[in-house]
T-cell receptor, first 111, second 114 residues
Framework: TQLLEQSPQFLSIQEGENLTVYCNSS?????LQWYRQEPGEGPVLLVT?????EVKKLKRLTFQFGDARKDSSLHITAAQPGDTGLYLC???????????FGTGTRLKVLA | SAVISQKPSRDICQRGTSLTIQCQVD?????MFWYRQQPGQSLTLIATANQGSEATYESGFVIDKFPISRPNLTFSTLTVSNMSPEDSSIYLCSVIRTGANVLTFGAGSRLTVL
């Protein structure tokens, strides 16, 4: 069974600080996705990383896919209260669309 | 991306009863899925809803407990049967559109069982 472990589980920081969230697996994924979920809503896709070593930037968010395609990271620069939410990585076993979600990182950014 | 409407958005139910959750999509989609999110937890896939045939359930989930229908390409229902407090969760409908590799989620149905 493929598992995605995220760390840290919880993170509470002050506005303006930087942070990194990690997503690790013992299995290889053809791609990994990152989602953010806010209270009362479903998860919303932030990015998909496909190529080992790939780096993608989305404004203050930087996503990286590990060279071996077993892990990924999300770095947020100068966090803002609007970044507060549950961050989830997800991947699907090769040849399926059955996405497995990571254990989640709950971020709170204090003003 | 597809727009998904789920209802009810929330409900409080008594132990032993059943509740059906509806998922309506604004366009035809290839794949429809049902996920469960227990309090403070991540998402777990319950099943893939197959049009016109029985759903495909993941390990730990069975049809008698979570019957699913998908009569057409834009609509599906999930029933949570004989509920117990352990069934208190958010149930999320998600879809993948034809030719895409992106999951789009509904807002979820928050179920509390007393």
């Amino acid at each position: 069974t493929q598992l995605l472990e995220q760390s840290p589980q919880f993170l509470s920081i002050q506005e303006g600080e930087n942070l990194t969230v990690y997503c690790n697996s013992s299995s290889v994924f053809s791609s990994l996705q990152w989602y953010r979920q806010e209270p009362g809503e479903g998860p919303v896709l932030l990015v998909t990383v496909v190529t080992g070593g790939e780096v993608k930037k989305l404004k203050r968010l930087t996503f990286q896919f590990g060279d071996a395609r077993k892990d990924s990271s999300l770095h947020i620069t100068a966090a803002q209260p609007g970044d507060t939410g549950l961050y989830l990585c997800a991947g699907a076993p090769s040849g399926t669309y059955k996405y497995i979600f990571g254990t989640g990182t709950r971020l709170k950014v204090l003003a | 991306s597809a727009v998904i409407s789920q209802k009810p958005s929330r409900d409080i139910c008594q132990r032993g009863t059943s509740l059906t959750i509806q998922c309506q999509v604004d366009s035809q989609v290839t794949m429809m899925f049902w996920y469960r999110q227990q309090p403070g937890q991540s998402l777990t896939l319950i099943a893939t809803a197959n049009q016109g045939s029985e759903a495909t359930y993941e390990s730990g989930f069975v049809i008698d407990k979570f019957p699913i229908s998908r009569p057409n390409l834009t609509f599906s229902t999930l029933t949570v049967s004989n509920m117990s407090p352990e069934d208190s969760s958010i149930y999320l409908c998600s879809v993948i559109r034809t030719g895409a590799n992106v999951l789009t989620f509904g807002a979820g149905s928050r179920l509390t069982v007393l």
